[in-house]
């Protein structure tokens, strides 16, 4: 079904396809799940970049392909952090009205002071490899020409500075017309998807505050029972008849130190993370909410000015 925007500009929801993406496809060695594909694209071997001006990191971006958009069957290209965060903006400013995956935050998060620790960066590694990995699973926004550019280009610079007059331009001319302009009504739906995101994202919150809480608690009395336990060990060597359930009470609470730094580490690598990304998509969903409201107010806008004009037309 043909979809328009309020303006009744059409909007190309279909997947671009060509022979190649259709007929020619390939079986990649490296997709585990052992579909078939004519994209696979992953990111690793994180490097430390040390300039006078700054340091920073960057990433290896391999793609293998089949399709006859891309030049080649392979491509590895080096970015960093401040690219895909290029790439995300471009495909949300090309893509309005499609859901665009978040990006792992740009800042360090809490209890990691290094943003250059190891840990630091497998994290964010991963997190892009997922980014990449949504994009080249999605049907529209894997055939979109800022993503080919972001996969193939040796220099991505050079593109970076195109098209920036424009789109300040655009920007502006936007924000004039939308500017001070309130709407009329939001209709039904999306006023109460908007409200559904509001309360989810407060309940997210909360419920990642509690969290960050109860890992820093546990990490807390994690330090405190391993210096407990060996106090038992030693005082079993002092005490001859007391030292076999001495040292029972030290295994215990050896045995209470493992599972609770396996409790803060699932915690930590499973269910933050995931909390994370929920808070992150429902960001962007409404930031997709907040661009559907300019386009109906530059819309509304319109109309009013049209209105206005007949109303000054003299009378023939």
């Keep these: 079904q043909d979809l328009s925007l309020p303006n009744g ?5 279909s997947s671009p396809a060509s022979s190649s993406s259709l007929l020619n496809r390939l079986q990649l ?4 799940d052992g579909e078939t594909r004519d994209l696979f694209v992953t990111v690793d071997d994180p490097k430390k970049h040390v300039c006078t001006m700054e340091t920073y990191i960057t990433y290896r971006v391999t793609t293998k392909t089949t399709r006859a958009e ?3 069957p392979e491509y590895s290209v080096r970015r960093r952090y ?9 495909l949300e400013e090309s893509q309005p009205t499609h859901l665009i995956p978040p990006l792992p935050e740009k800042f360090v998060v809490k209890g990691v002071v290094d943003r250059f620790s190891e840990e630091f960066v497998e994290t964010r590694r991963r997190a892009l490899d997922k980014f990449l990995k949504r994009i080249t699973d999605h049907p529209v926004l894997s055939f979109n020409e800022h993503f080919n550019v972001f996969l193939t280009a040796k220099d991505l610079n050079a593109y970076k500075k195109q098209g920036m ?4 331009k655009v920007g502006e001319s936007v924000k004039y017309v939308t500017g001070g302009y309130k709407l009329r009504s939001r209709p039904l739906e999306f006023a109460a998807i908007g409200e559904y995101l509001d309360t989810f994202s407060l309940k997210l919150g909360t419920i990642d505050r509690i969290a960050q809480r109860i890992i820093k608690e546990q990490l807390e009395y994690l330090v405190e029972l391993r210096e407990y336990g060996p106090v038992y060990s030693t005082w079993g060597g002092l005490e001859v008849e007391l030292a076999e359930p001495l040292e029972g009470v030290s295994a215990c609470i050896g045995n209470c130190c493992t599972a609770l730094e396996e409790l803060s580490e699932d915690m930590s690598e499973d269910f933050l993370p995931v909390l994370r990304e929920y808070i992150l998509y429902s960001e962007s969903m409404k930031n997709v909410l907040k661009k559907r409201d300019q386009v109906q107010a530059e819309y509304e806008a319109k109309l009013e000015a049209v209105a206005l004009k007949k109303e000054e037309r003299p009378k023939v």
């Design 165 to 168: 007059a424009l789109l300040t």
């Design 9 to 13: 500009t059409p909007v190309d929801t």
């Design 82 to 90: 401040q690219d895909f965060d290029w790439l995300r903006n471009k």
């Design 29 to 32: 060695d490296d997709d585990l």
């Design 70 to 72: 891309f030049d080649l």
